[in-house]
């Protein structure tokens, strides 16, 4: 059974950084964060591939969020640095069994953490 929780986030200030959790058991998958502000569609926003070499952003996030992780402790996480008001959401953290990379979809899902910005 795969099972994902997220962790971090919480209430920055804008400019500040924020470092996300995933830990994950029942496999190695392609990991995804994704985010869903207020009233807005969810958007993937950076994913990394099984062993970690390849990852991909979304243009508004490159050079400002960087996706690592540490398949021996089960762990990706999300490096959010200069944090802007447009980046509170809440963040789930997902995973994919298949191959194409990156997944157009996922599979299994976290149940989300918040990230509050204030300016």
């Known amino acids: 059974q795969v099972r994902l929780v997220e962790s971090g986030g919480g209430l920055g200030q804008a400019g500040d950084s924020s470092k996300l959790f995933c830990g994950g058991s029942?496999?190695?998958?392609?990991v995804g964060w994704l985010r869903q502000a207020t009233g807005q569609e969810r958007e993937s926003v950076a994913a990394?591939?099984?062993?970690?070499?390849?990852?991909d952003y979304t243009d508004s996030v490159k050079g400002r969020f960087a996706i690592s992780r540490d398949n021996t402790e089960n762990m990706v996480a999300l490096q959010i640095n200069s944090l802007q008001p447009e980046d509170a959401a809440v963040y789930y953290c997902?995973?994919?069994?298949?191959?194409?990379?990156?997944?157009?979809?996922?599979?299994?899902w976290g149940q989300g953490t918040q990230v509050t910005v204030s300016s």
């Open positions: 029942g496999g190695t998958f392609i």
């Open positions: 990394i591939s099984r062993d970690g070499r390849n990852t």
């Open positions: 997902s995973a994919d069994h298949r191959s194409h990379f990156p997944p157009s979809d996922y599979g299994y």
